[in-house]
Protein backbone atom coordinates (compact mmCIF):
# COMPACT_ATOMS: atom_id res chain seq x y z
CA UNK A 1 0.00 0.00 0.00
CA UNK A 2 2.75 2.33 0.85
CA UNK A 3 4.31 1.39 -2.64
CA UNK A 4 1.09 2.13 -4.35
CA UNK A 5 0.64 5.30 -2.54
CA UNK A 6 4.44 6.96 -3.78
CA UNK A 7 3.98 5.92 -7.19
CA UNK A 8 0.60 7.51 -7.31
CA UNK A 9 2.50 11.17 -5.53
CA UNK A 10 5.57 10.53 -8.42
CA UNK A 11 2.87 9.97 -11.32
CA UNK A 12 0.93 13.17 -10.03
CA UNK A 13 4.14 15.39 -9.69
CA UNK A 14 5.46 14.30 -13.08
CA UNK A 15 1.60 15.07 -14.69
CA UNK A 16 1.75 18.82 -13.30
CA UNK A 17 5.49 19.09 -14.34
CA UNK A 18 4.71 18.07 -17.83
CA UNK A 19 1.42 20.45 -17.96
CA UNK A 20 3.98 23.03 -16.63
CA UNK A 21 6.43 22.72 -19.40
CA UNK A 22 3.65 22.98 -22.31
CA UNK A 23 1.69 26.06 -20.84
CA UNK A 24 3.26 29.19 -22.65
CA UNK A 25 4.59 31.64 -20.20
CA UNK A 26 2.35 34.35 -20.66
CA UNK A 27 -0.62 34.88 -22.05
CA UNK A 28 -0.01 37.47 -24.81
CA UNK A 29 0.50 37.42 -28.41
CA UNK A 30 3.72 39.04 -28.68
CA UNK A 31 4.52 38.36 -32.26
CA UNK A 32 8.12 38.70 -31.56
CA UNK A 33 7.72 41.75 -29.68
CA UNK A 34 10.85 43.59 -28.67
CA UNK A 35 12.19 43.35 -24.87
CA UNK A 36 11.25 46.15 -22.82
CA UNK A 37 14.17 46.73 -21.57
CA UNK A 38 16.12 47.37 -24.44
CA UNK A 39 19.38 49.75 -24.29
CA UNK A 40 21.56 51.61 -26.27
CA UNK A 41 22.25 48.50 -28.28
CA UNK A 42 19.12 48.16 -29.91
CA UNK A 43 20.96 47.48 -33.76
CA UNK A 44 21.19 43.75 -32.37
CA UNK A 45 17.73 43.80 -31.59
CA UNK A 46 16.38 44.88 -34.95
CA UNK A 47 18.65 42.75 -36.89
CA UNK A 48 17.20 39.89 -34.70
CA UNK A 49 13.57 41.01 -35.50
CA UNK A 50 13.63 41.95 -38.90
CA UNK A 51 16.62 40.46 -41.17
CA UNK A 52 15.00 37.24 -41.38
CA UNK A 53 12.88 37.32 -44.41
CA UNK A 54 9.86 35.62 -43.08
CA UNK A 55 9.40 38.04 -40.58
CA UNK A 56 6.40 40.13 -41.02
CA UNK A 57 7.94 40.61 -44.87
CA UNK A 58 9.91 39.24 -47.52
CA UNK A 59 13.50 40.21 -47.86
CA UNK A 60 13.86 44.16 -49.63
CA UNK A 61 16.85 45.20 -51.31
CA UNK A 62 18.46 49.02 -51.34
CA UNK A 63 20.51 50.15 -54.12
CA UNK A 64 21.75 53.34 -52.81
CA UNK A 65 23.46 54.06 -56.12
CA UNK A 66 20.48 54.00 -58.46
CA UNK A 67 18.30 54.90 -55.09
CA UNK A 68 16.12 51.73 -56.40
CA UNK A 69 13.87 50.18 -53.24
CA UNK A 70 12.96 47.00 -54.22
CA UNK A 71 10.92 43.94 -52.40
CA UNK A 72 8.22 41.69 -53.45
CA UNK A 73 5.18 43.33 -52.57
CA UNK A 74 6.83 47.15 -53.64
CA UNK A 75 9.23 49.41 -54.96
CA UNK A 76 9.88 52.80 -55.07
CA UNK A 77 12.94 55.60 -55.92
CA UNK A 78 14.52 57.44 -53.23
CA UNK A 79 17.19 60.48 -53.25
CA UNK A 80 17.78 62.71 -51.12
CA UNK A 81 14.82 62.17 -48.79
CA UNK A 82 12.17 62.39 -51.89
CA UNK A 83 10.66 58.71 -52.59
CA UNK A 84 9.07 58.64 -55.78
CA UNK A 85 6.42 56.12 -57.37
CA UNK A 86 5.95 53.81 -54.64
CA UNK A 87 4.06 50.87 -56.34
CA UNK A 88 2.48 47.95 -54.60
CA UNK A 89 3.40 44.91 -56.62
CA UNK A 90 0.31 42.69 -55.80
CA UNK A 91 -2.09 44.94 -58.40
CA UNK A 92 0.78 46.74 -60.32
CA UNK A 93 -0.54 50.14 -58.93
CA UNK A 94 1.09 53.15 -58.06
CA UNK A 95 -0.38 54.41 -55.16
CA UNK A 96 2.05 57.38 -54.32
CA UNK A 97 4.24 59.48 -57.01
CA UNK A 98 6.08 61.55 -54.84
CA UNK A 99 6.54 62.20 -50.57
CA UNK A 100 8.77 64.33 -48.25
CA UNK A 101 9.22 65.99 -45.39
CA UNK A 102 9.86 69.47 -44.01
CA UNK A 103 10.67 70.25 -40.47
CA UNK A 104 12.38 72.05 -37.32
CA UNK A 105 15.33 71.16 -36.98
CA UNK A 106 15.83 69.38 -33.71
CA UNK A 107 18.04 66.33 -32.27
CA UNK A 108 15.99 63.72 -33.41
CA UNK A 109 18.97 62.54 -35.39
CA UNK A 110 21.38 62.28 -32.83
CA UNK A 111 18.50 60.86 -30.79
CA UNK A 112 18.35 57.83 -33.95
CA UNK A 113 21.90 57.14 -34.01
CA UNK A 114 22.32 56.47 -30.18
CA UNK A 115 19.63 54.12 -29.84
CA UNK A 116 19.73 52.70 -33.36
CA UNK A 117 23.36 52.94 -34.29
CA UNK A 118 22.35 53.76 -37.80
CA UNK A 119 25.29 55.82 -39.01
CA UNK A 120 23.63 56.55 -42.59
CA UNK A 121 20.73 58.44 -43.09
CA UNK A 122 19.35 55.61 -45.24
CA UNK A 123 19.22 51.92 -44.67
CA UNK A 124 18.12 48.71 -45.53
CA UNK A 125 17.63 45.87 -42.77
CA UNK A 126 15.59 42.60 -43.87
CA UNK A 127 12.30 43.73 -44.85
CA UNK A 128 12.55 47.23 -44.37
CA UNK A 129 14.00 50.13 -45.35
CA UNK A 130 14.75 53.43 -43.26
CA UNK A 131 15.30 57.03 -43.87
CA UNK A 132 16.22 59.50 -40.96
CA UNK A 133 17.55 62.56 -40.53
CA UNK A 134 17.06 65.75 -37.78
CA UNK A 135 13.35 66.70 -38.09
CA UNK A 136 11.95 63.26 -39.88
CA UNK A 137 11.71 59.66 -40.38
CA UNK A 138 10.21 57.45 -42.93
CA UNK A 139 10.02 53.62 -42.61
CA UNK A 140 9.20 51.42 -45.63
CA UNK A 141 8.10 48.04 -44.96
CA UNK A 142 8.13 44.83 -47.43
CA UNK A 143 5.18 43.12 -46.58
CA UNK A 144 1.53 42.10 -47.84
CA UNK A 145 0.18 45.53 -46.31
CA UNK A 146 3.17 47.84 -47.72
CA UNK A 147 2.97 49.29 -44.52
CA UNK A 148 4.43 52.51 -44.71
CA UNK A 149 5.47 54.97 -41.01
CA UNK A 150 6.64 58.55 -41.19
CA UNK A 151 6.88 61.32 -38.60
CA UNK A 152 8.04 65.02 -38.64
CA UNK A 153 8.25 67.19 -36.27
CA UNK A 154 6.65 71.02 -36.29
CA UNK A 155 6.59 70.84 -39.76
CA UNK A 156 4.72 69.00 -43.10
CA UNK A 157 4.59 66.00 -44.82
CA UNK A 158 3.65 66.18 -48.45
CA UNK A 159 2.10 63.01 -50.49
CA UNK A 160 1.81 63.06 -54.02
CA UNK A 161 -0.95 61.45 -55.39
CA UNK A 162 -1.27 60.14 -59.34
CA UNK A 163 -4.03 61.62 -61.62
CA UNK A 164 -6.05 58.96 -61.32
CA UNK A 165 -6.02 58.76 -58.30
CA UNK A 166 -8.84 59.19 -55.97
CA UNK A 167 -9.00 60.84 -52.12
CA UNK A 168 -11.52 60.09 -50.03
CA UNK A 169 -10.93 61.67 -46.25
CA UNK A 170 -12.85 62.27 -42.79
CA UNK A 171 -11.30 64.67 -40.24
CA UNK A 172 -12.76 63.35 -37.26
CA UNK A 173 -13.06 59.42 -37.54
CA UNK A 174 -16.10 58.61 -34.92
CA UNK A 175 -14.37 55.28 -34.16
CA UNK A 176 -11.19 56.94 -32.45
CA UNK A 177 -12.52 58.01 -29.14
CA UNK A 178 -10.68 61.49 -28.53
CA UNK A 179 -9.07 60.16 -25.06
CA UNK A 180 -7.45 57.38 -26.97
CA UNK A 181 -6.47 59.54 -29.64
CA UNK A 182 -5.08 61.77 -26.75
CA UNK A 183 -3.42 58.81 -25.13
CA UNK A 184 -1.52 58.13 -28.00
CA UNK A 185 -0.58 61.51 -28.91
CA UNK A 186 0.87 62.33 -25.28
CA UNK A 187 2.44 58.43 -25.12
CA UNK A 188 4.41 59.55 -28.47
CA UNK A 189 4.85 63.49 -27.40
CA UNK A 190 6.61 61.83 -24.31
CA UNK A 191 8.35 59.41 -25.83
CA UNK A 192 9.69 60.06 -29.10
CA UNK A 193 12.85 61.60 -27.42
CA UNK A 194 12.82 59.33 -24.22
CA UNK A 195 12.07 55.82 -23.71
CA UNK A 196 13.38 53.70 -26.91
CA UNK A 197 11.50 50.78 -26.29
CA UNK A 198 8.08 52.77 -26.98
CA UNK A 199 9.47 55.20 -29.74
CA UNK A 200 11.13 52.56 -31.32
CA UNK A 201 8.18 50.35 -31.98
CA UNK A 202 6.06 53.28 -33.65
CA UNK A 203 8.69 53.57 -36.12
CA UNK A 204 9.68 50.07 -36.62
CA UNK A 205 5.78 48.36 -35.65
CA UNK A 206 7.38 45.67 -33.96
CA UNK A 207 3.69 44.38 -33.83
CA UNK A 208 3.22 44.89 -37.08
CA UNK A 209 -0.07 46.47 -35.84
CA UNK A 210 -1.70 49.68 -37.32
CA UNK A 211 -4.24 51.86 -35.23
CA UNK A 212 -6.64 54.55 -37.01
CA UNK A 213 -6.24 57.96 -35.63
CA UNK A 214 -8.55 60.53 -35.89
CA UNK A 215 -8.42 62.18 -39.29
CA UNK A 216 -8.34 59.00 -41.89
CA UNK A 217 -7.82 59.33 -45.55
CA UNK A 218 -8.05 56.66 -48.17
CA UNK A 219 -6.46 56.53 -51.75
CA UNK A 220 -8.30 54.69 -54.56
CA UNK A 221 -6.17 54.43 -57.72
CA UNK A 222 -8.47 52.10 -60.04
CA UNK A 223 -9.75 49.56 -56.84
CA UNK A 224 -5.77 49.62 -55.43
CA UNK A 225 -6.64 51.55 -51.85
CA UNK A 226 -4.78 52.57 -49.24
CA UNK A 227 -5.57 54.12 -45.99
CA UNK A 228 -3.69 56.82 -44.19
CA UNK A 229 -3.84 57.08 -40.46
CA UNK A 230 -3.10 60.62 -39.04
CA UNK A 231 -2.28 61.06 -35.66
CA UNK A 232 -1.29 64.19 -33.47
CA UNK A 233 -1.59 66.39 -36.89
CA UNK A 234 -3.93 68.17 -39.17
CA UNK A 235 -4.32 67.69 -43.09
CA UNK A 236 -5.53 69.23 -46.49
CA UNK A 237 -6.33 68.27 -50.01
CA UNK A 238 -5.25 69.96 -52.84
CA UNK A 239 -4.77 69.22 -56.39
CA UNK A 240 -3.91 65.25 -55.24
CA UNK A 241 -1.67 66.36 -52.76
CA UNK A 242 -2.15 65.60 -49.42
CA UNK A 243 0.04 67.81 -46.93
CA UNK A 244 -0.10 67.18 -42.65
CA UNK A 245 1.32 69.38 -40.95
CA UNK A 246 1.97 69.61 -36.65
CA UNK A 247 3.55 72.03 -34.55
CA UNK A 248 4.30 69.29 -32.68
CA UNK A 249 5.31 65.42 -33.54
CA UNK A 250 2.49 64.04 -36.30
CA UNK A 251 2.65 60.59 -36.85
CA UNK A 252 1.49 59.14 -40.49
CA UNK A 253 0.47 55.89 -41.10
CA UNK A 254 -0.20 54.23 -44.76
CA UNK A 255 -1.50 50.94 -45.06
CA UNK A 256 -3.27 49.02 -48.43
CA UNK A 257 -5.74 46.42 -46.67
CA UNK A 258 -4.65 42.91 -49.21
CA UNK A 259 -8.26 42.46 -48.84
CA UNK A 260 -9.73 45.46 -50.90
CA UNK A 261 -7.47 45.59 -53.04
CA UNK A 262 -9.86 45.32 -56.53
CA UNK A 263 -12.23 43.74 -54.45
CA UNK A 264 -15.87 43.80 -55.88
CA UNK A 265 -17.75 45.28 -53.32
CA UNK A 266 -15.32 47.89 -52.40
CA UNK A 267 -18.18 51.20 -52.27
CA UNK A 268 -19.77 48.71 -49.42
CA UNK A 269 -16.71 48.24 -47.49
CA UNK A 270 -15.67 51.74 -47.28
CA UNK A 271 -18.55 53.17 -47.03
CA UNK A 272 -18.68 50.99 -43.81
CA UNK A 273 -15.64 51.47 -42.49
CA UNK A 274 -15.99 55.14 -42.84
CA UNK A 275 -19.06 55.17 -40.99
CA UNK A 276 -18.31 52.77 -38.14
CA UNK A 277 -20.03 49.29 -38.86
CA UNK A 278 -16.54 47.93 -40.23
CA UNK A 279 -14.18 47.91 -36.94
CA UNK A 280 -11.29 45.82 -37.62
CA UNK A 281 -9.29 44.02 -39.83
CA UNK A 282 -6.78 40.90 -39.99
CA UNK A 283 -4.93 39.87 -42.96
CA UNK A 284 -3.23 36.25 -42.92
CA UNK A 285 -1.07 35.60 -45.95
CA UNK A 286 2.15 33.11 -46.13
CA UNK A 287 5.01 34.79 -47.00
CA UNK A 288 7.88 33.43 -47.76
CA UNK A 289 6.09 29.81 -46.71
CA UNK A 290 5.29 31.36 -43.00
CA UNK A 291 1.96 32.44 -42.09
CA UNK A 292 2.02 35.99 -41.38
CA UNK A 293 -0.79 38.19 -40.03
CA UNK A 294 -1.39 42.12 -40.21
CA UNK A 295 -3.95 43.84 -37.98
CA UNK A 296 -5.60 47.55 -38.70
CA UNK A 297 -7.47 48.62 -36.20
CA UNK A 298 -10.37 51.30 -37.49
CA UNK A 299 -11.82 51.41 -33.81
CA UNK A 300 -9.96 52.52 -30.66
CA UNK A 301 -12.22 50.12 -28.43
CA UNK A 302 -11.49 46.65 -30.42
CA UNK A 303 -9.15 44.26 -30.14
CA UNK A 304 -8.61 41.24 -33.06
CA UNK A 305 -6.37 38.40 -32.43
CA UNK A 306 -5.36 35.78 -34.50
CA UNK A 307 -4.65 32.92 -32.38
CA UNK A 308 -3.88 29.61 -33.94
CA UNK A 309 -4.86 27.88 -36.84
CA UNK A 310 -4.95 24.26 -38.79
CA UNK A 311 -4.70 23.07 -41.71
CA UNK A 312 -8.33 23.94 -42.90
CA UNK A 313 -9.33 26.68 -40.02
CA UNK A 314 -7.58 30.37 -38.81
CA UNK A 315 -8.94 31.11 -34.72
CA UNK A 316 -9.18 34.71 -34.05
CA UNK A 317 -10.22 36.32 -30.31
CA UNK A 318 -12.26 39.54 -30.33
CA UNK A 319 -13.37 41.95 -27.73
CA UNK A 320 -14.10 45.39 -27.02
CA UNK A 321 -14.68 47.66 -24.50
CA UNK A 322 -17.46 48.82 -26.15
CA UNK A 323 -20.93 47.35 -25.62
CA UNK A 324 -22.45 48.33 -29.06
CA UNK A 325 -22.15 45.60 -31.89
CA UNK A 326 -19.89 46.17 -34.29
CA UNK A 327 -18.17 43.68 -37.77
CA UNK A 328 -15.09 42.59 -37.96
CA UNK A 329 -13.20 41.92 -41.06
CA UNK A 330 -10.96 39.09 -41.93
CA UNK A 331 -8.73 38.44 -44.98
CA UNK A 332 -7.42 35.20 -46.05
CA UNK A 333 -4.93 35.04 -48.92
CA UNK A 334 -5.18 32.18 -51.00
CA UNK A 335 -1.74 31.20 -50.56
CA UNK A 336 -3.07 30.30 -46.91
CA UNK A 337 -5.56 27.98 -47.46
CA UNK A 338 -7.30 26.06 -50.05
CA UNK A 339 -10.09 28.04 -51.79
CA UNK A 340 -13.32 26.77 -51.96
CA UNK A 341 -15.01 29.63 -52.71
CA UNK A 342 -16.98 29.67 -49.42
CA UNK A 343 -16.22 30.21 -45.69
CA UNK A 344 -18.04 28.47 -42.80
CA UNK A 345 -17.73 30.49 -39.17
CA UNK A 346 -17.86 29.52 -35.62
CA UNK A 347 -19.21 32.24 -33.23
CA UNK A 348 -18.11 30.61 -29.32
CA UNK A 349 -17.78 27.07 -30.84
CA UNK A 350 -21.20 27.44 -32.64
CA UNK A 351 -21.79 27.80 -35.91
CA UNK A 352 -23.51 30.84 -37.41
CA UNK A 353 -26.46 31.90 -40.50
CA UNK A 354 -24.19 32.97 -43.84
CA UNK A 355 -26.13 36.19 -44.87
CA UNK A 356 -25.65 38.63 -47.72
CA UNK A 357 -23.31 41.49 -47.07
CA UNK A 358 -25.35 43.80 -47.67
CA UNK A 359 -28.12 42.55 -45.24
CA UNK A 360 -25.32 42.29 -42.99
CA UNK A 361 -23.86 45.36 -42.69
CA UNK A 362 -27.81 46.18 -41.75
CA UNK A 363 -28.11 44.18 -38.75
CA UNK A 364 -28.95 45.18 -35.66
CA UNK A 365 -29.24 42.04 -33.25
CA UNK A 366 -28.47 42.19 -29.88
CA UNK A 367 -27.66 37.88 -29.89
CA UNK A 368 -27.40 36.54 -32.53
CA UNK A 369 -23.90 36.59 -34.84
CA UNK A 370 -24.15 36.33 -38.70
CA UNK A 371 -20.99 36.48 -41.24
CA UNK A 372 -21.10 36.85 -45.05
CA UNK A 373 -17.65 36.35 -47.41
CA UNK A 374 -16.85 38.19 -50.44
CA UNK A 375 -14.28 36.68 -52.81
CA UNK A 376 -11.74 38.71 -54.01
CA UNK A 377 -9.05 37.91 -56.63
CA UNK A 378 -6.04 37.55 -54.11
CA UNK A 379 -8.03 35.77 -51.57
CA UNK A 380 -11.77 35.70 -49.52
CA UNK A 381 -12.81 38.77 -47.66
CA UNK A 382 -15.50 36.97 -44.24
CA UNK A 383 -17.25 39.58 -42.55
CA UNK A 384 -18.70 38.60 -39.08
CA UNK A 385 -21.30 40.51 -37.05
CA UNK A 386 -20.89 40.80 -32.85
CA UNK A 387 -24.08 41.48 -31.50
CA UNK A 388 -22.29 42.18 -28.00
CA UNK A 389 -19.21 42.47 -26.57
CA UNK A 390 -17.57 40.37 -23.84
CA UNK A 391 -14.65 38.13 -25.05
CA UNK A 392 -15.32 36.17 -27.82
CA UNK A 393 -13.71 33.22 -30.43
CA UNK A 394 -13.81 33.39 -34.08
CA UNK A 395 -13.12 29.93 -36.30
CA UNK A 396 -13.21 30.12 -39.89
CA UNK A 397 -13.04 27.65 -42.02
CA UNK A 398 -12.89 26.14 -46.11
CA UNK A 399 -14.29 23.05 -45.25
CA UNK A 400 -17.87 22.67 -43.85
CA UNK A 401 -18.50 21.65 -40.02
CA UNK A 402 -19.87 18.14 -39.03
CA UNK A 403 -23.48 18.52 -37.56
CA UNK A 404 -23.17 17.49 -33.99
CA UNK A 405 -25.83 19.16 -32.10
CA UNK A 406 -29.01 16.62 -32.26
CA UNK A 407 -31.46 19.50 -31.86
CA UNK A 408 -29.79 20.26 -35.89
CA UNK A 409 -30.64 16.23 -36.47
CA UNK A 410 -34.35 16.85 -35.67
CA UNK A 411 -34.94 19.94 -37.57
CA UNK A 412 -33.18 18.52 -40.44
CA UNK A 413 -34.92 15.21 -40.15
CA UNK A 414 -38.91 16.84 -39.81
CA UNK A 415 -37.91 18.84 -42.89
CA UNK A 416 -37.02 15.42 -44.76
CA UNK A 417 -40.45 14.26 -43.61
CA UNK A 418 -42.19 17.26 -44.06
CA UNK A 419 -40.90 16.45 -48.04
CA UNK A 420 -41.52 13.04 -48.05
CA UNK A 421 -45.31 13.50 -46.90
CA UNK A 422 -46.03 15.93 -49.39
CA UNK A 423 -44.46 13.94 -51.78
CA UNK A 424 -46.55 10.96 -50.77
CA UNK A 425 -49.70 13.25 -51.08
CA UNK A 426 -48.77 14.53 -54.23
CA UNK A 427 -48.57 11.05 -55.91
CA UNK A 428 -52.06 9.91 -53.89
CA UNK A 429 -53.83 12.86 -55.68
CA UNK A 430 -52.52 12.67 -58.96
CA UNK A 431 -53.87 8.83 -59.08
CA UNK A 432 -57.30 9.94 -57.82
CA UNK A 433 -57.44 12.20 -60.77
Do not use: C, W
Not at 289 to 295: E, I, L, P, Q, V
Request: no cysteine.
Amino acid sequence: MKYKLIISVMVVVIMVMSMMMVLPVNGNNTNNAPNASMSSSINSTIYGHFKAENNFGAKLTYNSTTGMISGQYMHANFKNGVFTNLTYNLTSTMLISKMYANGTSVSLSSFINKHLLINNNSYAIGNMFMYMNSTSFFVLHNNPTIETNMAVHDGEIHIYLPSSAKIYSTTNNTQVSASANANFNAQLKSTMFGEVSTSTNLMLNFNNTINAGRQMIMIDNNGTVAMVFVHNGNFMVKNNIITVYSKSIAMVNIVAPPGLQKMPDNATVIHNIFNGRISSEIALNLVNGTKTNSTINYNSSIVLKYVHSTKTTDTFDVNSSAHHSTIVSIFIGKNVTKDTGHAYVKFDGSTITYVSLSKLVNETSTSKAYYSDVNTSSGMYVFVYVPHFSNHTIEVSNAQYPITNLTEYYVIGGVIAVIAIAGIAAIIIKKRK
